[in-house]
């Protein structure tokens, strides 16, 4: 036990670590003053009714640098496109357009994104989800944030709900806080450091288009991890900023939504034979174990005083994680649990049955990887 203690007391403090490293790092000023030139605000939109008028009200509201709206309705089959096309006959700023059939071997965000690239016209691209309200400077924050990178990416503050979101999206932060070494991904070009939160991303247009954009990733499920890839490959910077103040973002509604959402994309993340056992260690060593061994430690084992060290370091990174991102606090205590059901829904995805459709997202089945 005491062996064990000390592993999960030295996994827990390596995101300890590099979370203090990334916060300090996240608290530098974005970037320079917003450049001049026009940024186009674009947005894929499939059955968004319910989200798509706050979203185009909060884009239209943006300060600081001249703006265009391109909403891509993407065979909606509800009042989508109805609600765009009322906002845009009262402001010229923005634009509708109709995606064409998805052609073969593209994912249907990845398809919608080419097309409003190649119908925008600023001098910085910005996709965001349709559910991403920005905040007033948020575009002019981020295309200032260009001027030391050509890809600029960083997490909404995340709005939950309901327990199940609670429960499962806080991850996103704590992964990419808890575990890439931002400092040293602004210092190597190495493309597998490259990393983004596909909610919003800012590019400079001519970068985006000379590296093929959206096409060069036209079969992928995760838009966050493979165009900054794509860049870097080509010897363009990226770059992470905190975004907390720069915009909100709902994902999912409940617990179901959460579990399919992050499932559709896993086998391009953490869910691979190579790299899943490596997270199962890191993960469920540095935040799951500690509780495990401090429960036994209380039933009689050894090794609580290092057990009890690991769990609190383990919580204190997670708190600091949650509070620097403006997350629920209250989801803090449930950190074990959280990282237990990634854990799972990460296994699910990896082993489950294979069929001919792997992942099924906004009425589309897309082939296995």
């Given amino acids: ?108 965000k990845n398809h919608a ?77 190495d493309p597998g450091l490259g990393a983004a939160c596909g909610q919003i991303v800012m590019v400079e247009a001519e970068a985006y288009r000379r590296v093929g954009g959206h096409g060069a990733i036209r079969a992928s499920l995760h838009d966050g991890v493979r165009l900054p890839r794509v860049f870097r490959r080509a010897g363009l910077r990226t770059d992470l900023v905190a975004a907390t103040d720069l915009a909100t ?3 999912y509604t409940d617990f179901s939504q959460a579990w399919a959402g992050f499932s559709k994309n896993a086998h391009e993340g953490m869910a691979t034979p190579r790299a899943l056992p490596v997270w199962t260690l890191l993960l469920g060593g540095g935040h799951v174990l500690p509780l495990l061994l401090v429960i036994a430690a209380l039933l009689g084992a050894d090794g609580l005083p290092l057990a009890a060290a690991a769990l609190a370091l383990s919580l204190a990174t997670r708190a600091a994680i949650t509070l620097a991102t403006r997350e629920d606090p209250w989801t803090i205590a449930l950190h074990p649990l959280t990282v237990a059901l990634a854990l799972a829904l990460q296994w699910n995805a990896l082993l489950r049955p294979r069929r001919a459709g792997v992942a099924t997202w906004k009425g589309r089945t897309y082939p296995a990887a």
């Fill in 249 to 251: 973002c709902r994902m």
């Fill in 1 to 108: 036990m005491t062996i064990l203690a000390c592993l999960a007391l030295a996994l827990a403090l390596l995101p300890a670590v590099l979370a203090l490293a990334n916060l300090l790092a996240l608290r530098r000023p974005p970037g320079a003053p917003a450049p001049d030139g026009l940024v186009s605000i674009l947005i894929p939109a499939r059955n968004e009714a319910a989200n798509i008028r706050p979203t185009l009200e909060a884009a239209l509201a943006g300060t600081g640098v001249p703006i265009e709206v391109i909403v891509a309705d993407d065979h909606s089959t509800d009042a989508t496109a109805a609600i765009v096309a009322e906002i845009a006959a009262r402001d010229p700023r923005l634009r509708l357009i109709a995606v064409p059939p998805l052609p073969a071997g593209w994912t249907g």
């Fill in 113 to 189: 994104c080419h097309v409003l690239g190649q119908a925008a016209t600023g001098r910085h691209l910005l996709f965001i989800d349709a559910d991403v309200r920005l905040a007033p400077g948020g575009a002019a924050a981020l295309a200032g944030a260009t001027a030391k990178a050509a890809l600029v990416s960083g997490v909404p503050r995340q709005v939950t709900g309901s327990w199940g979101e609670r429960l499962t999206v806080p991850m996103i932060n704590f992964v990419l806080l808890g575990y890439l070494p931002i400092p040293l991904m602004r210092r190597l070009m």
